[in-house]
């Protein structure tokens, strides 16, 4: 089974600066997608930023930006810019390609704290 | 448009007590699924379903069943609450597409005393 790893159980960050929060997942597939969630104090999980495994691009969505490396298993996610609102868990995700058990498989999740 | 709702969204249940979770989405979604939250272990899934009428266990379902009668209502239901079933449950739904995002329900917060 795949599972997802977050070395990083708490991050903290200056406003204005760049964070980059970790992610690596063990997979044997070659066709997958890649996530990573947000979860505010009010437990509502967004959507950040997604990627194909098929795409050697890098995702980017406004701050957000990712680098993927696919043969190291890596995805991270940095954020520019960081802002007081940016502040809650980080969950990074893996959900497969194929077959129709294609759930998510998330990892443990990193807080990320922004300092005015 | 709702999005994906569940209810309630708190409960306190004593030992061996039964309940049903209600997740319900408006957005026509073929998936939907069960996940609960513990502190430290991110989202594990309990079970989804693929359409109305089917569903699949998933990394943890023991002590819980569901139901999908209707394409926009998935049922979630403990017939015996262990106090290790108090977590956070969450709901999702997406469409078809591997691709596709997967949106959340505001999650259900359940004590087992």
Known sequence: AQTVTQSQPEMSVQEAETVTLSCTYDTSESDYYLFWYKQPPSRQMILVIRQEAYKQQNATENRFSVNFQKAAKSFSLKISDSQLGDAAMYFCAYRSAGGRNNDMRFGAGTRLTVKP | ?113
């Open chain 2, 1 to 113: 448009n709702a999005g994906v709702t569940q209810t309630p969204k708190f409960r306190v249940l004593k030992t061996g007590q039964s309940m049903t979770l209600l997740c319900a989405q408006d957005m026509n979604h073929e998936y939907m699924y069960w996940y609960r939250q513990d502190p430290g272990m991110g989202l594990r899934l309990i079970h989804y379903s693929v359409g109305e009428g089917t569903t699949a266990k998933g990394e943890v379902p023991d002590g819980y069943n569901v139901s999908r009668l209707k394409k926009q209502n998935f049922l979630l239901g403990l017939e015996s609450a262990a106090p290790s079933q108090t977590s956070v449950y969450f709901c999702a739904s997406r469409r078809t597409g591997g691709y596709n995002e997967q949106f959340f329900g505001p999650g259900t917060r359940l004590t087992v005393l």
